[in-house]
Every structure is written in structure tokens, then in C-alpha cells.
């Protein structure tokens, strides 16, 4: 029997990118994104926010790509497989991280064109500007799906 497991999560970057190189020459580069969704509650009626933080690895010639292009805020839709890994925090506290081990990594935003609704594609072309920043966003209502 076959399996898949994917997972697909638009954010921004919390930090730079940081690149390094392992000693086979392929190259790696880590992305911290956070993911954030707000809802209203239905009891209080106060608007809610939520963020979740992944810890995303890029390999190859588009982690050389990410790392050229990509910048603390920068908003990307990435793809990749994603477990889930315990640890002690600094002050001695259990923790948990989020690993994305990504397939694709997708532009929404670059250092140029931050916040104003360009995009590029992972391979470093210019794909054709959005009229809206927001057209791959979740949607807002997202407490109200049933399931």
C-alpha cells in the first residue's frame, strides 16, 4: 500500500534565511515561517488570532534561490511533508518544533516587491503581479467550517 502525506501552509518569514552548505556541496537552507489565523469567538464575540510557527529546510538550487530572494517578512505557500519533534526549551521546559521538509517553495513576495502583491515563482522568474496580496489567503471564516 501507497502512501502520501503532504502539507501545504502560506506564511511569512519571522527571520532571514540562513543558508549553509553540507559537505557532499548540496546546499540547505532553513526558513522559520509563521502561519496565522484569527477568528472571532462565539461565545465572547472578541476577535482571536493564532500563530503557528514552522521550521522549514529548503535543499538544493532552491534553497540557493530562497535564500537570494527572500527576506524576514517575505510571504511564501510552501509544500513539503512535516513531523513533529520534542525538546527541552533554554529555561529546561518541554517544547515542541514543527520540521517542514519542503518540496516546493512558492513566492508571494519578494525583497523588491514586500507587501505590495508581486510574486515569484521558485525558480526565479517573474510571475504576473496580483491586483491583491491576499488571493492565496485562507479564508476569514475559517471557525465556521464544520468539520
Do not use: K
Not at 529546510?57 to 520534542?86: F, I, K, M, P
Not at 519542503?102 to 510571475?127: I, K, L, N
Request: net charge neutral; aromatic share 8%; proline share 5%.
Amino acid at each position: 500500500m501507497t502512501t502520501w502525506h503532504q502539507t501545504i501552509i502560506i506564511g511569512n518569514l519571522g527571520r532571514d534565511p540562513e543558508l549553509r552548505y553540507l559537505q557532499s556541496g548540496t546546499a540547505v537552507c532553513n526558513l522559520n515561517v509563521a502561519v496565522s489565523e484569527s477568528w472571532n469567538d462565539r461565545q465572547s464575540g472578541e476577535r482571536r488570532e493564532r500563530t503557528t510557527w514552522y521550521r522549514v529546510s529548503v535543499w538544493g538550487a532552491q534553497a540557493e534561490t530562497c535564500n537570494q530572494y527572500l527576506s524576514r517578512g517575505s510571504r511564501v505557500l510552501v509544500t513539503g511533508t512535516v513531523s513533529a519533534r520534542a525538546y527541552t526549551n533554554n529555561a529546561g521546559e518541554p517544547a515542541a518544533s514543527l520540521d517542514l521538509r519542503a518540496r516546493d517553495v512558492r513566492f508571494m513576495s519578494s525583497r523588491q516587491d514586500d507587501d505590495r502583491g508581486g510574486s515569484f515563482d521558485s525558480g526565479g522568474g517573474q510571475a504576473p503581479r496580483r491586483d491583491r496580496p491576499d488571493d492565496f489567503a485562507p479564508p476569514s471564516d475559517v471557525g465556521e467550517i464544520p468539520f
